[in-house]
């Protein structure tokens, strides 16, 4: 049983911040920033592209709630919503769950950084379009 899976069967414990019968919200233990939050849906999934649409959209629908709520109440200026997927992306706990991270300024303790490429964007497009 993975990890998450023992969270959701209460065989580990963890700090709740939203609980239904599908979908929980725990504190991640390593608190980036103050109020990260992790979303999951309680059914197995490992990572969100083998969710059904349905039930993905719920899940990022309460996504929208529970991150206003931290946001609000913490008080921080944004936040960012990452879903890290696979491996190569930096997914170390294989359960799909949403990262809700509230950031307070730019020099918090997180940093996310967009390189330039120089890519021919209709190839791009051609190969993301293809059957
Ligand atoms: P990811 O790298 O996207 O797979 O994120 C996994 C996250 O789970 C990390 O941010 C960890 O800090 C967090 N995490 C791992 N174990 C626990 C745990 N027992 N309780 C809360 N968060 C956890
Ligand atoms: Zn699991």
Known sequence: MCIFCSIIEGNIPSKKVYEDDEILAILDISQTTKGHTLVMPKKHYENFLEMPAEEFGRLMEKTKDIA???????????????????????????????????????N?????????????????LKQINQD
Not at 80 to 93: M, P, R, S, Y
Not at 108 to 124: A, T
């Open 68 to 106: 206003a709520r931290v946001v609000n109440n913490l008080h921080a200026n944004g936040c960012n919503i990452l879903i890290n997927t696979n491996e190569v992306a930096g997914q170390t706990v294989m359960h799909t769950h949403v990262h809700i991270i509230p950031r307070y300024d730019e």
């Open 108 to 124: 918090d303790s997180i940093s996310i950084q967009f390189n330039e490429n120089k890519l021919d964007l209709d190839e791009v």
